[in-house]
């Protein structure tokens, strides 16, 4: 497939983003994409949008799999170009469009160099964290157990087409966590007679915020309080009901736990203290991406013999990929590739994928396909 034909199937899915959980178009419309390749099978999830296309069905070769993420963000689009979204407050604002229009791209070429079996991963709600585990819990994909699985993901910030690559944890372990609050209202000129929750919330806000300071952890951890809420707007009333929402993340799994615990410690604390039922809930879980060395001694290996810059940070970045769970499942590699050092950032409004690194993944999986194969 030439590659004006793959920008312009970029730019349809990009014009065209659905939010997590309800790709059903985009799905749709890369399966028939995905047909014109002959794959020897393609099976779609049955609670879901993801689905997996096989191809060269050799049990006597090692399986090499590639994933690739489909939906899109709640994140008002303010381009202006001609393909921007057309869907009200919804942007292509992570470059999943690029990133599955190079997985077609790639499928397009499997014919010039299939040797070994190949499975292509088209899987939905990256964005929320519960995409991969449930494809991989989906009752048609229990047949799926591959030797090496490989992924990228475009990062503004870098030189354009450079290869990032990491051993150990490439990205960070993530999870959302709720806490609720309640209490009782009463007048506000008579707070005595309520069981307010406002108290607690300062105290929880501070305890939560000083986590990563006040214990000790394995490696890197974080803790952001993103979101508060006290009572009704109303100048009369004592708030009996409160909500406080935080994002804990870390570079090591058990130390995500460790956040946790903590938490929920000092959630029961400002219950006991203040008088107030609590109740604490997670969302949107991350494990830590955990690279195999194999795996990422063959990306390096890749980028080496199609002579592009490889980059390798120094620690793990801090935003997180549900990738993480494949790597949990079987041995592999997440890597980047860069989207030039001036692009916006991944979630900006003005976000874009390039489409100068289409035939750099390709190659990227080629090569990577190639070397895989052969180990």
Same mark, same amino acid.
């Given at each position: 497939?030439?590659?004006?034909?793959?920008?312009?199937?970029?730019?349809?899915?990009?014009?065209?983003?659905?939010?997590? /959980?309800?790709?059903?178009?985009?799905?749709?419309?890369?399966?028939?994409?995905?047909?014109?390749?002959?794959?020897? &099978?393609?099976?779609?999830?049955?609670?879901? /949008?993801?689905?997996?296309?096989?191809?060269?069905?050799? =049990?006597?070769?090692?399986?090499?799999?590639?994933?690739?993420?489909?939906?899109?963000?709640?994140?008002?689009?303010?381009?202006?170009?001609?393909?921007?979204?057309?869907?009200?407050?919804?942007?292509? =604002?992570?470059?999943?469009?690029?990133?599955?229009t190079s997985m077609l791209g790639f499928a397009h070429e499997l014919k010039d160099v299939l040797d070994a079996p190949v499975e292509l991963i088209f899987?939905? $709600?990256?964005?929320?964290?519960?995409?991969?585990?449930?494809?991989?819990?989906?009752?048609?994909?229990?047949?799926?157990?591959?030797? =090496?699985?490989?992924?990228?993901?475009?990062?503004?910030?870098?030189?354009?087409?450079?290869?990032?690559?990491?051993?150990?944890?490439?990205?960070?372990?993530?999870?959302?966590?709720?806490? =609720?609050?309640?209490?009782?209202?009463?007048?506000?000129?008579?707070?005595?007679?309520?069981?307010?929750?406002?108290? $607690?919330?300062?105290?929880?806000?501070?305890?939560?915020?000083?986590?990563?300071?006040?214990?000790?952890?394995?490696?890197?951890?974080?803790?952001?309080?993103?979101?508060?809420?006290?009572?009704?707007?109303?100048?009369?009333?004592?708030?009996?009901?409160?909500?406080?929402?935080?994002?804990?993340?870390?570079?090591?799994?058990?130390?995500?736990?460790?956040?946790?615990?903590?938490?929920?410690?000092?959630?029961?604390?400002?219950?006991?203290?203040?008088?107030?039922?609590?109740?604490?809930?997670?969302?949107?879980?991350?494990?830590?991406?955990?690279? &195999?060395?194999?795996?990422?001694?063959?990306?390096?290996?890749?980028?080496?013999?199609?002579?592009?810059?490889?980059?390798?940070?120094?620690?793990?970045?801090?935003?997180?990929?549900?990738?993480?769970?494949?790597?949990?499942?079987?041995?592999?590699?997440?890597?980047?590739?860069?989207?030039?050092?001036? /692009?916006?950032?991944? /979630?900006?409004?003005?976000?874009?994928?390039?489409?100068?690194?289409?035939?750099?993944?390709?190659?990227?999986?080629?090569?990577?396909?190639?070397?895989?194969?052969?180990?």
């Open positions: 497939m030439d590659l004006d034909k793959l920008i312009s199937i970029r730019k349809h899915l990009h014009q065209n983003p659905e939010l997590s /959980h309800k790709e059903k178009e985009t799905s749709r419309f890369l399966k028939n994409e995905i047909q014109k390749t002959s794959p020897a &099978d393609l099976i779609s999830q049955q609670n879901g /949008h993801g689905f997996l296309v096989k191809y060269k069905k050799d =049990k006597s070769r090692p399986v090499i799999a590639f994933r690739t993420d489909i939906d899109a963000l709640p994140i008002q689009e303010i381009n202006t170009f001609d393909y921007k979204s057309r869907n009200q407050g919804v942007g292509h =604002k992570c470059g999943h469009d690029g990133h599955a899987q939905g $709600a990256e964005e929320t964290g519960e995409g991969a585990d449930l494809w991989l819990k989906d009752t048609a994909m229990q047949g799926f157990n591959p030797d =090496k699985v490989f992924a990228h993901h475009n990062l503004p910030g870098f030189p354009l087409h450079s290869i990032i690559v990491r051993n150990n944890v490439f990205s960070a372990a993530s999870v959302g966590v709720s806490i =609720k609050l309640k209490g009782k209202t009463s007048h506000a000129g008579h707070p005595e007679r309520g069981i307010s929750p406002a108290l $607690a919330v300062a105290d929880l806000i501070k305890n939560i915020e000083t986590l990563p300071k006040n214990y000790k952890y394995n490696d890197f951890t974080l803790t952001t309080v993103i979101h508060t809420l006290i009572g009704e707007i109303a100048f009369g009333t004592t708030p009996g009901y409160a909500e406080v929402r935080a994002t804990l993340r870390s570079f090591d799994n058990d130390d995500l736990d460790t956040l946790c615990k903590y938490t929920e410690q000092h959630v029961q604390e400002v219950s006991q203290k203040y008088g107030l039922k609590t109740e604490v809930s997670y969302q949107e879980y991350f494990p830590a991406t955990e690279n &195999d060395d194999q795996s990422v001694d063959i990306v390096r290996e890749a980028a080496k013999n199609l002579d592009m810059e490889i980059i390798e940070p120094d620690e793990p970045f801090r935003w997180s990929e549900d990738f993480a769970h494949f790597t949990l499942k079987t041995t592999g590699a997440l890597f980047g590739v860069g989207s030039g050092t001036d /692009h916006p950032a991944l /979630h900006n409004p003005d976000y874009d994928y390039p489409d100068e690194l289409l035939p750099t993944v390709i190659k990227m999986y080629k090569e990577i396909y190639r070397l895989s194969s052969s180990k």
